[in-house]
């Protein structure tokens, strides 16, 4: 019903940048969250960077200062700006939208396929 497409994912060296995008597509009446989770290998997923339709947002603390994360109402498209970039952010970052569809009118959790961000030392 819902679909999530990520984008911008990379090799890019210590202190560089990337910027990635995420679009969500689909039986959409509204979004009501949109934000990035990820996970390293041997860990569990954690959550990156979230931001709320009414423009609040949440940051993990050891991205807080480097990453930002922006949105598009418009466009049901999320970004992640990532800078400074370390190795230990290196994971397999993922798109999770909370969608209230416009079949059910029900509000689930949908998320992207994932994309790779390495960072090299």
């Known amino acids: 019903q819902v679909q999530l497409v990520e984008s911008g994912g990379g090799l890019v060296q210590a202190g560089g940048s990337l910027r990635l995008s995420c679009a969500a597509s689909?039986?959409?009446?509204?979004?009501?969250?949109m934000g990035w989770y990820r996970q390293a290998p041997g860990k569990q997923r954690e959550l990156v960077a979230v931001?709320?339709?009414?423009?609040?947002?949440n940051y993990a603390d050891s991205v807080k200062g480097r990453f930002t994360i922006s949105r598009d109402n418009a466009k049901n498209t999320v970004y992640l700006q990532m800078n400074s970039l370390k190795p230990e952010d290196t994971a397999v970052y993922y798109c999770?939208?909370?969608?209230?569809?416009?079949?059910?009118?029900?509000?689930?959790?949908?998320w992207g396929q994932g994309t790779q961000v390495t960072v090299s030392s």
């Open positions: 999770k939208a909370a969608v209230i569809t416009s079949v059910t009118m029900t509000i689930g959790d949908y």
């Open positions: 689909g039986s959409i009446f509204s979004i009501k969250l």
């Open positions: 931001r709320t339709s009414a423009g609040s947002t």
